[in-house]
């Protein structure tokens, strides 16, 4: 599927690409960036799936590539999409590929660009477009069941942590006044969390000012490689969290093969592209890796020894799906067993950190509680 536009008639005064010199094309493609530069937002997932399994739609059942932005134009009401689309458009007139429309853009990840620069060497545009789209699809339903999963015990934490914080501000300091005045021997517990709450009640603007601080260092720091891989690298050594994290990365891997390999792309090619696609510290090392490997004559199977994520299970399913040829419908399975492994290790993280969180809090709150009536108790017993 060709996507130049140099068959389109030429529309309202607008010149060809044929007719449009060197300077003058970058001077336009210049002007429509700043135009459709829609601040740092990015293209939501679920409308990404809907406008590649659009296009791959329109394209497959033999409307041009005019035809079938304009027709998803008049889909849209809000003007940034419109814009988004006539950027598209104006790129592809002036000679770029669609790939390039879409970089142009600034609102699609490199994963979107690289993999539509795929259909675009291999011929199979329409093939690539329902990959991505189905691979958002995919990941969209993947990120609703583990919100659903996450959300509750979320929420139930910050709660928690809001009610412990507004007794050791306000409770505590209460129960603090009656107690000096009453000049009642106080119990150990109950020195202890007022001294605990004198210090939040006196520090409080610090410890916002530190939290604030942590945030501002780890936006200005996530892109630092030493950075990446301390974190990275002491997340995964965490027995549960280091395992969905493996997981997920294994399931995006896995995902990724399959769009590549159903591309007909060679191996190399889709090494080097999966490098500028997955942003991630460890997988990022393994492909280099794995790249240097395929260079020196190993298969790919080979390369994933001795890597940081890539498990026995992966290397002995690819080294069987290099000796059959049946490396898509290998990935895809192994993409299916991973994305049923991480959704039940989600669901027993949530079942399990619900009772935890309440149990703690629990204990926190009892112990405040505790601590603030026994003083009560002793001064009633003195009156009595």
Known sequence: MSISLNQLPNNGGKKNSKNVSTQSASKLRELLSKEITLGKKRYSEKKKEHFFSEMAMLLESGVDIRTTLDIMKQEHIKEKDVKLIDSIYNELVIGASLSKALEYAKLFDA?????????????????????????????????????????????????????????????????????????????????????????????????????????????????????????????????????????TYLYRFCRTMVLHTGSGLPLMRTVQLMQKMIAYYPMEQDLAKIECDLLQGKSLADSMEDTILFDKKIISLTRMGEEVNKQEMVYTRMAAQYEQELQQKTELLSNILEPTILVIVGIFVAIILISMYLPMFKLGGAIG
Not at 235 to 244: D, Q, T
């Open 111 to 247: 994963y979107e660009v690289y993999s539509v620069r795929i259909g675009e060497e291999t011929g199979q545009l329409i093939i690539v477009l329902k990959q991505i789209a189905e691979y958002y699809k995919t990941k969209v339903a993947f990120k609703r069941k583990l919100m659903s999963a996450l959300s509750y015990p979320t929420v139930v934490l910050f709660t928690a942590i809001l009610v412990v914080l507004f007794m050791l501000d306000f409770v505590v300091p209460m129960f603090t006044d009656i107690f000096r005045q009453s000049n009642v021997e106080l119990p150990g517990i109950t020195k202890g969390v007022m001294a605990i709450s004198d210090f939040f009640h006196r520090y409080s603007l610090l410890f916002i000012f530190i939290a604030a601080s942590l945030v501002s260092l780890y936006f200005y720091f996530r892109k630092n490689m030493s950075y990446r891989k301390f974190v990275s690298l002491s997340l995964l050594k965490l027995k549960y969290v280091g395992c969905i994290i493996r997981l």
